[in-house]
């Protein structure tokens, strides 16, 4: 069990989508994030509409991303927290697309997320004294600055078959930092955890874990 620990939050994010994948020419007209609608009343769709992704591509690069998140900040994963995270950096991502990126009329797609879940999981890092979460921090907001200055890749757009929101990543970025503020100012420091009976099988299980790339 300890190697599936946290899996629940993340399973059932991944499920969801799966669903909406599965039943896309019924849900995906449903759920998406479209400014029109939006407009007239339909605000679920600020937060389903991250759910939705373009083809399978696009679903299985941001599945590949989260499971990612998961083996990096499975020690910090409990359901209901992972859960509530996900819902407000989504509300925040898909309120602060539709207030301040006019641009954006259709959003679909998991990605701002995921941003806001890697700076979240690196503030826990952080507040638990390992030194990874200050590079997923930091390279989370260089990769963000960088698309806002350069753009996104060319390859990725024609793989899903859609242009890449990178404003959704700026957002969910936002969106993760100010929660990872939040766990960091209001609740005191927690240091490594160690076994009475073999520390340095934890250590050494952590460090190969901030190793990920």
């Known amino acids: 069990m300890s190697r599936l620990r946290g899996i629940t939050g993340p399973l059932t994010l991944a499920l969801l989508s799966a669903i909406a994948l599965l039943f896309a020419p019924q849900l995906e007209p449903l759920l998406r994030y479209d400014r029109t609608l939006v407009d007239h009343g339909e605000l679920w769709r600020l937060l389903s509409g991250h759910i939705t992704h373009t083809n399978l591509h696009h679903w299985a690069l941001n599945l ?86 350069c753009g996104a890749s060319a390859a990725t757009a024609r793989l899903i078959d859609a242009q890449v929101a990178l404003d959704a990543h700026l957002w969910g970025a936002v969106a993760g930092s100010l929660l990872g503020a939040i766990v960091l100012a209001t609740i005191s420091p927690r240091p490594k955890k160690r076994s009475a009976a073999a520390p340095q099988q934890v250590a050494a299980d952590r460090s190969g874990i901030g190793n990920q790339p």
């Open 64 to 149: 590949a991303g989260l499971a990612l998140l998961w083996i990096l900040h499975r020690q910090h994963y409990r359901a209901v927290t992972f859960l509530a995270v996900t819902v407000a950096t989504a509300l925040w991502t898909g309120v602060s697309l539709h207030l301040f990126s006019p641009h954006i009329d259709l959003y679909l797609g998991l990605s701002g997320v995921l941003h806001g879940l890697i700076i979240w999981g690196g503030c826990l890092d952080i507040r638990a004294r390992w030194r990874s979460g200050y590079l997923l921090v930091a390279g989370t907001w260089l990769k963000v600055g960088w698309e806002q200055v």
